[in-house]
């Protein structure tokens, strides 16, 4: 039995309502301790206060061209399905999105040519191995042409 709790999600409704308790509480607290503090103090309060609500003003007026924004991004497909992405003609497409999905394409090719060299080299040292071996032994290279060698290797090894 699955004993763990679920913790409720939160919605964008939820999280702008505690901001918005938040903002409250702040104001109320500024408020109260502007009425006790010096004259300089409460100027300076009284310009932030106008700078926030000029920055919460130009935020609010700002929210719903980006939510058009980010809607016109969203296709909605047959059948109610939906879709991520827009037409190339879309405001938000750059000249470099193409060139980004070619990328992995160029890094595929260069690490094919890379294992291709790497396997060259290996095969080359392999080879020169071998016939450093088979130059620097008592037999010469004819003997292993004559059709008594598989006889001599076969034969027991005199010491």
């Given at each position: ?5 679920i913790a409720?999600q939160?919605?964008?409704q939820d999280a ?6 938040f903002g ?5 607290a500024?408020?109260e301790?502007s009425?006790?503090?010096?004259h ?8 932030a206060?106008?700078q926030?609500l000029?920055?919460?003003?130009e935020a ?5 061209a980006r939510?058009?924004?980010e809607?016109g ?5 047959s059948q109610?399905?939906?879709?991520l ?8 497409f ?6 980004a ?16 060299q790497?396997?060259?080299r290996l095969?080359?040292a392999?080879?020169a191995e ?9 037999l010469p290279?004819?003997?292993?042409t004559?059709p008594g060698?598989?006889?001599f290797?076969?034969?027991?090894e005199?010491?």
């Open positions: 039995m699955n004993t763990r709790s409720p939160r919605l964008p702008a309502n505690l901001e918005l308790r409250l509480r702040v104001g109320a500024l408020s301790r009425a006790t503090s010096g300089d103090v409460s100027e300076r309060l009284r310009v206060r106008e926030a000029a920055r919460a003003r609010r007026a700002a929210l719903p939510q058009a924004k809607a991004s969203v296709l909605v497909q109610g399905t939906l879709a992405g827009g037409s190339p003609l879309s405001e938000g750059r000249w470099w999105a193409p060139l999905s070619l990328v992995p394409l160029l890094l595929l090719v260069l690490g094919l040519v890379l294992i291709d790497w396997h060259d095969q080359t392999t080879v071998v016939d450093s071996a088979l130059l620097s032994d008592d290279p004819d003997a292993y004559d060698f598989s006889e290797l076969k034969a027991p005199q010491h």
